[in-house]
């Protein structure tokens, strides 16, 4: 299969279990984001899909290929982005770009013309002839991003993608990514903001101590009561009909406004269409947190339950 493929996967440094088990396919064309806590194993999972690091045990296929024992096909068809920019700081982006395209076999000329395309495609024409150390960090990480791209892999690795980005970049780099899950690449994106990779990712890998959550995990949690954010014009009489709706006790009211626990998006739409109908001027209604968030935060508690 193309796309990216593991079963059983575990990794360990000494006594230290930093990949226990991660299981989870990613389809061409789809961003997947792979959401973890701190220390969680993201960077070392990512390591090991780079043909960086070996596993342990389990298996792992990159565009159909194992990068343990097929390296050199993996690295062909897969780019990596590193959460620090490791790079040549004398030489200008331009010949960073161009110096990367050579190091994949293209011509001079080929390696040039690649260079002069992905310095626009991540906004960096400015600084085109400038040396890499002077870039700031969000410079540093578009320039990191477009050497993962340098020989238009199928299969992307981002670590940390994002930051250091001011919000423009992020936007950028948002609508990049997409395009690129667009051309029929499989995108496997890390991060712990979670905000930013609820408009990014079609799908999710959650990692938690070094192990993925089971998909029927993740649908539970999914389907798990969540609270929602109501706000109105008058926040008095917000609270008077929660209150009078028996829903008093457990909303939580702020200068934001209130947040309601429903059970499902059914209960939350009638509580809607029930405050609308009492007169109460609603400027807005929804989720608290977005879908990968209230996943995330209902697995964790699974967890700790366990
Ligand atoms: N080379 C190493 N030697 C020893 N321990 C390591 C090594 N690399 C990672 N670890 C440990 O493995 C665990 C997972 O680390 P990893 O960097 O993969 O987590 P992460 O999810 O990327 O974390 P973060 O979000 O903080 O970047 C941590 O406990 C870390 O200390």
Redesign the pocket.
Known sequence: MAGIRVEGVARS??E?H??RNAAFEVEPGTVAGLI??????????LLMLASLLAPDSGSIRIAGYDPVTEPHQVRRRMGWMP?TLGSWPTLTVRAALATSGRMYGMSSDAASDRAADLIGLVSLDPLADQPTRVLSRGQKQRLSLARALVHDPEVLLLD?PASGLDPAARAALRELVRKLAGDGKTVLV?S?VLAELEEMADTAVY?AD?ETAAPDDVARAGQAARGWRIRSLDADRLSAALEAAGFGAVAVVDRFGAVVPFASEADAAQMLAHLVGVGVPISSFAPAVGDLEHVFHDLNRQGGEA
């Open positions: 440094f000494g230290v930093a990949v973890g806590p701190n220390g969680a194993g993201k960077t070392t999972l959460d940390e890390s712990h990692l070094g």
